[in-house]
């Protein structure tokens, strides 16, 4: 009976470990993680600290009685050392503060290394001051979670205006404190077009966050009333708290010790079948470099959705199956007080480097025929290419219930399909009154984009 | 300067006007209608009769102002009786009542056909009596809102279950009428799965209306009380009004005195690039016989989507374009009460006959991560081909919140580009916690499907 060792128990190594169930139920799955928390979902935890979550247990996508109840074998607080690709077996010692430090050793035919990342540290002096936070794992995210129940600061500074960023401006927002949002980018969430990363600068200013841009923080000091946040061009402001999210960098330091090779990021380096160049050694998740299926080759972009997609990929094919990951387009959304903001593919600056010709037109239309109550505005913007017509990328921004994330999942599908943009036409997307137009908003933005470019 | 006469002010005429417009905004068109209501949405009479949409004009896809503006010439209250091919003119007689009834004669080099469809009067005596109700156009709708406002009737009995049957059942039980629904068909809405069919079926019951399936409705005469609608088997009903929704047929008499074909259905036969038989006759709309993608054969199936499509290709190649029209997959969706029915592609009936050797499954999950507020279930029956694994089709169901609408459109989209289901999993589809999974539910479903598949 073939045994599998994985290495993580978060979105790639739980999804590696249900697909080898699924596909292969005999098979020894053996699952070494450094928390107590499998199959947790960390995306969750900005909810679970505004209270919109009270319970952290219910952020499990399974319980652990449901992963045993399957045969998966999963090992807790222990946190992989060493991989011995000659002998193929793990050693691991007890995570837990105060555990007996025994190393324990695991026998493996394939292991799959799901490490996933951790949080950036920036070049900022005081990190390491009380009241300042990050914001990855369970843990975390519980130390957060007591403070503010505990200490009940009243005031915040983020620093970074990513996804994490923006959610926890809406997390504490929403608890009561006041927030300013510090970032380093010249708008906020720079994965959108800046026309954009204005709007949701607008959206959390209306909420009542400070939202600072293109601020270099240097330093966290202790103030007068709390923490004293320095950076350049003249900026400072005292709060209670910090979170510092500035991003993530893969965990790859076990898969470099084996062999396996690291790009620029440090991100492990596979294949499209997730095989690292270690033999019988593979890895899924954001500890690895993703495939992008527009710019055809490996970047940096840590994803729950795709971190699930490559974990499924490598535990089909750690049982010998063949399967590729077709890639990633970035398709991401978030939403941050009432508003969801969501991207696929290029932007057009991103379009440009890589060779394109890009052009963008933004269109705003309503969610829903005007008539029928609660119509909120979309903003629309297609990135296509000029010389082929064809969608590089879009972005969507509109009230939450606008089906914003699903409308960009069309756009998504229509780019994994290389459609040309004035193809949107033909699509036959639903429509009724209360829920679209005859036109779906996605179809009148890419007609917008085509009508300019016939002219 | 070309002339093009386009005949019909709905959906599909006006499409084609604007189409024209934008490609080459000198040509001369010519829009004539036989009601004062250009471009309305009159999928939008349930929501005006049920009080939602207080103001009729609100229902104008765009204003007269606004077609006026682009030089498009309107002729409202103009039914056009003939069409001479060979000296290209066509001859309209005022339609409103009491009007001078001088004809009007259009030259034309080109003309449109896009006179819609009407009401399919079924074979049930008494529809002559008062409070009988159809509704198609604006005209049935004031009819029957007048008569809501001045005799406010507290029951009506609704004759068809299909999409405007569902919609009225729900706009009258808003105004506080005790609504019973009778349809021919075993379970309602027999475009979606029997499954489904109960499901609508039990959502209309919970909220207040009376379901009645299996019925056969042959007259309607006046009782006791009210209006009397009897049937088989052992159907009878007294209530003070009656509305009959039971389908379309197409508006073909004009196409037919011109020497186009129509099919069985009494729908005009167009290649797809909608033109008919008859030299420089274009034929869009409610009144054509629609492509279907995967049956590839034309079927019956009006629907304002597809009138905007055709109508928009029609205008196209009016002006010397080749521009085909690539086909339906009926997708649609329907909101009643608080529940949203979708459906694109094949149900596994339509499938079987068709050829395939379709298998169904279905899924139950959230619409969002469940730890985040406001989760509702939603259900999802994928249809794919056993033989091939390809998608055939696919229905949700759930609150309306849920991105129903939005989700179906990915799963239309897959199957325009002929998506194994399986692949469906590499689809980079949208997630943030109150919006979705890392996994998409279609991609859960999609994963369901597939994983009997292999076993």
Known sequence: ????????????????????????????IRVLLADAYPNFSICGLPFFLSGETPDWRSLAHRTRQDIDGLG??????????????????????????????????EKYDTVII????????????????????????????FRLKNYLDTAKPRSAVIIGSGYIGLEMA???????????????????????????????AETLRTNGVTVVTGVGIQKISQG????????????????????????????????????????????ICTNQRMETRVQHVFAAGDCVQTWHRLLQKPVYLPLGTTAHKQGRIAGENALGG?????????????????????????GAYEAELAGYAPRSTETITWDHKQYYP???????????????????????????????????????????????????SDLDLSYTPPLSSPWDPVQIAAQAWTSDWHT
Chains 1, 2 share one sequence.
Do not use: C
Not at 119 to 138: A, C, D, K
């Open 72 to 105: 998966i074998a999963l090992l807790e607080n222990h946190r992989v050392i060493a991989i011995d690709p000659a002998r193929k077996h793990v050693v691991a010692v007890p995570s837990a503060p105060n555990a007996d430090q025994t190393p324990v050793q």
């Open 224 to 267: 007068r009333d709390g923490m004293r946040v320095t950076g350049t061009p003249k900026f400072h402001i005292e709060a209670d708290m910090v979170l510092v999210a500035v991003g993530a960098v893969p965990a790859s330091g076990l898969a470099i010790s084996v062999g396996a090779q690291v790009d620029q990021h440090g991100a």
């Open 1 to 28: 009976m073939k045994k599998i060792v994985i290495i993580g128990g978060s979105d790639a190594g739980i999804s590696a470990a249900l697909r080898i169930h699924e596909l292969a139920p005999g098979t020894q």
């Open 322 to 346: 063949s399967r590729e990951f077709t890639g990633s387009l970035g398709t991401q959304v978030v939403k941050v007080f009432d508003t969801a903001i969501a991207r696929t593919g290029l």
């Open 374 to 424: 609660g119509a909120h505005p979309l903003r629309i913007r297609i990135v296509g290419d000029n010389k082929t017509g064809r969608l590089l990328g879009a972005q969507i921004i509109g009230h939450y219930t606008g089906e914003v994330a699903k409308r960009i999942d069309i756009l998504s599908t229509a780019i994994y399909h290389s459609m040309q943009i004035d193809q949107l």
């Open 114 to 141: 799901a490490t996933g990342a951790t949080s950036r540290i920036p070049n900022i002096s005081g990190l390491e001051r009380p009241n300042v936070f990050l914001l990855r794992w369970m843990e975390d995210g």
């Open 170 to 200: 809406d997390a504490l927002t929403r608890r009561g404190l006041q927030v300013t949002l510090a970032g380093h980018a010249p708008t906020v969430l720079k994965t959108v077009d800046p026309e954009f990363g204005e709007a949701i």
